[in-house]
C-alpha cells in the first residue's frame, strides 16, 4: 500500500504564496502518477495538478500560471509539492494528494484537465488552505 501526508496548509491573504508537500511512504515503486485536488465547500472534489510517470505536467485552467507542481523522488521517499502564489479566495479549498498505480494509472495529457478523482487510488487526508 501507498500512504500520502500532506502539510502545508493554513491561511494566506489574497495575493500571497504557500507551498503544499505531499510524502508518499510504502510502496512508492508502484506510483505511476500523482495529482493535487481541492475540494471547497459545497462543491465537488476538482483536479488542480497532476503529473504522470513521463514527467508530464498538467494544470486546471483557474491555477494555470499561478501554481507549479515538482516532483522528486530519493530512495524511499516520494515528495509532490505544489507551490501556490497570488493566491485568491476561490482557491480556498481542502487540498488533497492523490496517488495511483500500476498499469491503470491515469496519463497526464499537458494542456488538458488533470484526470478525474476516480483515476487515483490513495488519497492523503487533505489539508486546509485559507485565503483571505
Known amino acids: 500500500h501507498v500512504q500520502l501526508v500532506e502539510s502545508g496548509g493554513g491561511s494566506v491573504p489574497v495575493g500571497g504564496s504557500k507551498m503544499l508537500s505531499c510524502v508518499a511512504s510504502g510502496f512508492t515503486h508502484r506510483i505511476r502518477s500523482m495529482a493535487w485536488f481541492r475540494q471547497a465547500p459545497g462543491k465537488t472534489r476538482e483536479g488542480v495538478a497532476a503529473?504522470?510517470?513521463?514527467?508530464?505536467?498538467?494544470?486546471a485552467v483557474s491555477v494555470r500560471g499561478r501554481f507549479t507542481l515538482t516532483h522528486s523522488q530519493d530512495n524511499a521517499k516520494n515528495t509532490l509539492n505544489l507551490q501556490m502564489a497570488d493566491l485568491k479566495q476561490e482557491d480556498t479549498a481542502v487540498y488533497y494528494c492523490?496517488?495511483?498505480?500500476?498499469?491503470?494509472?491515469?496519463?497526464?495529457?499537458?494542456?488538458?484537465?488533470?484526470?478525474?478523482?476516480?483515476?487515483?487510488?490513495?488519497w492523503g487526508q487533505g489539508t486546509q488552505v485559507t485565503v483571505s
Open positions: 503529473i504522470d510517470d513521463d514527467g508530464s505536467i498538467t494544470y
Open positions: 492523490a496517488a495511483a498505480e500500476g498499469v491503470n494509472a491515469p496519463k497526464v495529457v499537458i494542456g488538458w484537465t488533470p484526470p478525474l478523482s476516480k483515476e487515483y487510488t490513495y
